[in-house]
């Protein structure tokens, strides 16, 4: 029992780590451990009870083992040899060379998943994020990331006997975790400050080790701040009103961008993973202001170079929205600082920086202050230009500037231990450096199918007894009859086909849509011959109810004494029960309403264990179907309605007529071998293509490496080119409104023969600009019915010749399409030299705008 008395004396007590066994504490505060098997393995071979007690925590496990167990293990030949292996494995990866480069990349997200006992994350933005920082260690980028360190991080979850989802919120002991305070030269935590309105706020800073990447997490519990509201600003990740949400954002992007320059650390790019820590860009502004004497225009620019923004969402419901009000609160002293007026600062988060009752987008600041924007899969692409097209009124949608990247997993992080064992005896040697490589992937066409059936059944079974443990452990913690812990004990069978569907419950993601016809799905569960099962896990946010719902729903329907041994919904889910899922059940489901799911990557955690996917095609399936081994639900449609009873009839009979079948159709051999080559095919695939070393590897060359060549060119000469390109924007700003396009110039005459050249040619007043002022472009393509320009290219017209204050600007183009083509024209500022990183707002003229 706690007790509380005044005041108390702090230290903390280590454990007498052997000599033999000095290293111990280095490589329990590595989470290096988290991805590489031999390091887990020294330290459940301490004590394996206590391995599983302390939820994979490295440190806590060498705070709770008994030093009997150390002297022991001091003495013992096979641990002392199996020690010296895993301290040379560490040694040989984190000496690796570094990347050739000056970039740093400061990476900053609201939630971080990387090992179970670190519990600050909520579902898939924080499990990529995890994966981020892992690839990027493997690969010797140079990264750090930030976040947010919570007192009681993301909820646990509890179902009551009605199948309720109930939330319990353990605290975390901050020095039983794999992270250190960061301190000084004297030993001193280091603190930073941010000022909020009541007073100013102290912020610790943590260090975690992912491998050769450092993870800085910020904590405002600390004795310097009085008032017990910010001492609970980092207190629970997603909680409380949006007055607490103002207030963590600002420790995320001031705070961090502030810890980091505490730390003697200067990045070079700064990574706005979803919207939270936008703030960070009003504080880059504020030290350029101060630092370098820029207006608070050249620091936007100066600043906006080096940005990258990647959205997340698909739906307007996911961003964060702060009132006006609120935002004066918080930023009325910045807005002091800075010189600026509170209705400047809006304008950076606003739609329509002139509608004074707007609220203040986060999602909005990322755009407007970062060159670089990208979504996290080629469907996402789309989606997110139609979302944001609003930002600048006078593109086609198709130009909005978003790119893609699609996320990946970390494969070693994923990759169960059987099937890596049996890569290391099919594949080449050094096939976990090889990821990007085809050859390296063909060799599992020379795994025998016997033997990859086997690895997957040995999971299966492995998955089971897992799930019994959580079934009984949940039925006894509720103090459940004997009789419905007897039953937890008697559900699934090893040898059934076994479906598994694990995400958060949002309404968008359906996830009651397999029991829509609750006696089919009894058909196909009960077939004899052929029998199926279903494991389902989730949790609902705090505050949905329909999410809850339908938890509630699924649990009563695996009461069915029908359904009873055949349908389980496992509790609390997290990378450990995401793991043992995707790593042994045989087909992964996945059926959200298209263009909602941005990308996900459970499916290519299954797909990479040879689980078979059968989903929707949308995120990162609908690009990687064809070649995936999987099935799909539904066509490339946009959602309706009405595709949900489509789509679970598709289910059905998918599982009715092929899928089941196929799994159950065995060769002399007990071997599914149709089932087997597309499990081959998964394998190849997935596991090449949608590895995060991949993902890292497209930022690093598509967004990093241009961000960071730009704003080395911008900071030369203190900052020179930006007011530069300040005084050159007065001067186009100035002569826009006097800007004409005189002459479209004339279309071709007749039929043009293809292969052959057509001459563009347009006029345009400049009102005394010079020609390289702009950019003169036409946009060819072909008409569609609606009369509107579709599949449009934009060529660039450069001058050719002038007339006074008008110019020509002309070229021959061969069109590469047939058909009832057509073209425009449009003029705009010459200040980019990337599409992608045209700014918000765009001056930009058409043709039709000069009454052509």
């Keep these: 029992m706690a007790f509380e008395v005044q005041p108390i004396r702090e230290f903390v007590v280590r454990p007498a780590i052997p000599s033999p066994l000095s290293r111990l504490e280095e490589l329990a505060y590595n989470l290096f451990y988290s991805w590489e098997p031999a390091v887990r393995a020294l330290f459940r071979r301490l004590d394996p009870a206590l391995w599983r007690a302390c939820n994979r925590n490295t440190v806590l496990m060498l705070g709770r083992v008994s030093q009997a167990a150390l002297d022991r293990a001091a003495t013992d030949p096979r641990y002392l040899l199996l020690y010296r292996q895993v301290c040379d494995r560490f040694d040989a990866y984190m000496q690796q060379p570094p990347a050739a480069t000056d970039r740093l990349v400061a990476y900053f997200c609201m939630e971080y998943g990387i090992v179970e006992c670190l519990p600050i994350y909520s579902g898939g933005l924080g499990i990529l994020a995890g994966d981020f920082l892992k ?125 980091l320059r505490a730390l003697g650390l200067e990045p070079t790019v700064f990574h706005m993973n979803e919207g939270h820590s936008a703030f960070l860009a009003l504080e880059r502004i504020r030290i350029l202001m101060r630092e370098h004497g820029l207006s608070f225009e050249e620091a936007l620019e100066a600043s906006r170079a080096s940005n990258v923004f990647t959205t997340h969402t698909s739906v307007a419901a996911g961003i964060d929205l702060f009132e006006p009000r609120l935002m004066h609160e918080y930023f009325q002293e910045y807005c002091r600082d800075t010189g600026i007026s509170f209705e400047q600062l809006m304008a950076l988060g606003r739609w329509n920086p002139k509608d004074a009752s707007e609220p203040f987008s986060m999602a909005v600041l990322a755009i407007r202050a970062s060159s670089y924007r990208n979504a996290v899969s080629r469907l996402h692409r789309r989606v997110s230009q139609q979302m944001w097209a609003g930002l600048w009124p006078q593109l086609p949608v198709w130009e909005v500037p978003f790119t893609s990247i699609t996320n990946g997993v970390h494969l070693r992080s994923w990759l169960n231990t059987d099937l890596a064992s049996l890569y290391d005896q099919y594949l080449q040697p050094d096939w976990r450096d090889h990821y990007d490589d085809p050859k390296t992937w063909e060799m599992v066409d020379e795994i025998p199918d016997r033997e990859l059936f086997e690895v997957h059944l040995r999971r299966k079974r492995r998955l089971i007894d897992f799930v019994h443990e959580r079934l009984v452990a949940s039925a006894v913690a509720r103090k459940a009859p004997a009789a419905e812990i007897e039953r937890a004990r008697e559900a699934l069978d090893p040898d059934a086909f076994t479906i598994g569907f694990a995400r958060r419950f949002a309404a968008y993601k359906r996830a009651t849509l397999l029991f829509r016809d609750i006696a089919r799905l009894k058909r196909i569960l009960s077939n004899p011959q052929m029998p199926v099962q279903i494991i389902i896990a989730g949790k609902a946010h705090p505050k949905d109810h329909p999410g809850k719902m ?131 095919q998964s394998l190849k695939y997935i596991s090449r293509q949608f590895d995060c070393r991949r993902m890292v590897a497209e930022y690093m060359s598509q967004l990093y490496g241009p961000a960071h060549a730009a704003y080395s060119e911008i900071r030369r000469d203190n900052f020179a080119l930006v007011r530069r390109r300040a005084q050159w924007n007065a001067k186009v700003l100035k002569a826009w409104d006097k800007i004409r396009i005189v002459d479209p110039g004339p279309a071709p005459e007749g039929a043009v023969t293809s292969g052959m050249p057509i001459r563009l040619r347009v006029a345009v007043d400049l009102a005394g600009l010079r020609p390289d002022d702009v950019r003169v472009e036409a946009v060819l393509g072909r008409i569609g019915p609606s009369g509107k320009l579709e599949s449009a290219e934009v060529v660039l017209l450069p001058p050719v010749e002038q007339r006074d204050s008008v110019f020509i600007f002309a070229r021959d183009v061969q069109p590469q399409q047939t058909g009832r083509l057509g073209y425009t024209v449009r003029v705009a500022p010459n200040h980019f030299d990337d599409p992608l990183t045209r700014p918000c707002n765009p001056l930009l003229k058409w043709a039709s705008d000069s009454g052509n």
Excluded at 158 to 180: H, T
Excluded at 223 to 248: F, H, K, M, S, W
């Design 135 to 259: 690839a990027a260690s493997d690969s010797g980028e140079p990264v750090v990331g930030v976040g947010l360190l919570y007192q009681k991080g993301y909820l646990e979850q509890a179902l009551n006997p009605d199948g309720w989802q109930q939330e319990r919120y353990p605290v975390n002991d901050f020095y039983s975790l794999p992270i250190r305070p960061v301190t000084d030269e004297q030993g001193r935590e280091i603190r930073v400050w941010v000022q909020l309105p009541a007073a100013p706020l102290a912020i610790r800073v943590w260090r975690a080790q992912v491998g050769r990447v450092n993870l800085y997490l910020l904590d405002t519990n600390v004795e310097e701040n009085r008032l017990p509201e910010y001492r609970a600003i980092t207190d629970q990740l997603y909680g409380g009103d949006n007055v607490t949400r103002i207030r963590q954002e600002i420790v995320l992007g001031i705070g961090g961008v502030r810890a």
């Design 550 to 680: 339908m938890i509630r729903e699924i649990v009563q329907l695996s009461r069915d004494p029908e359904l009873a041994k055949r349908l389980v919904f496992v509790e609390d889910y997290g990378i450990q029960v995401a793991r043992e899922l995707v790593q042994g059940v045989d087909l992964w489901l996945n059926n959200p309403r298209r263009g909602e799911e941005a990308c996900g990557t459970s499916g290519m955690k299954a797909g990479v264990n040879g689980v078979l996917n059968l989903s929707i095609l949308d995120g990162w399936y609908d690009e990687a179907y064809e070649e995936s081994g999987g099935w799909a639900i539904g066509d490339r449609e946009p959602y309706s309605e009405d595709q949900d009873e489509v789509h679970a009839r598709a289910i059905y009979s998918l599982l009715e007529n092929e899928i089941v079948p196929m799994y159950y159709d065995r060769g002399k051999d007990g071997v599914p071998v149709e089932w087997m080559r597309r499990v081959k």
